[in-house]
């Protein structure tokens, strides 16, 4: 039986011109793979402060600086490799 794991994380973009760029992180752990800023959430946090809280931890962005389109969201369910 797996054991569920809860995290969230921000899509975090901007305009330039006609383009929009995405926020990838570099994970610090081999393969090294290019992730948009997320992580657990804690017990008793709801999904939104996990997901500003970790955004805020991993790229340094607050939400002050963020215009947040809270009725677009997605959830997503998946088996984490071991």
């Given at each position: 039986?797996?054991?569920?794991?809860?995290?969230?994380?921000?899509?975090?973009?901007?305009?330039?011109?006609?383009?929009?760029?995405?926020?990838?992180?570099?994970?610090?752990?081999?393969?090294?793979?290019?992730?948009?800023?997320?992580?657990?959430?804690?017990?008793?946090?709801?999904?939104?402060?996990?997901?500003?809280?970790?955004?805020?931890?991993?790229?340094?962005?607050?939400k002050e600086h963020l215009n947040?389109?809270?009725?677009?969201?997605?959830?997503?369910?998946?088996?984490?490799?071991?």
């Open positions: 039986m797996s054991t569920v794991v809860r995290a969230a994380g921000l899509v975090v973009f901007r305009r330039v011109s006609s383009r929009v760029e995405f926020l990838l992180l570099q994970a610090s752990y081999p393969p090294h793979h290019w992730t948009p800023p997320k992580g657990h959430v804690d017990p008793g946090e709801d999904e939104w402060i996990a997901a500003l809280r970790e955004t805020k931890e991993e790229a340094g962005i607050a947040i389109f809270e009725d677009c969201h997605e959830t997503l369910r998946y088996e984490e490799k071991e």
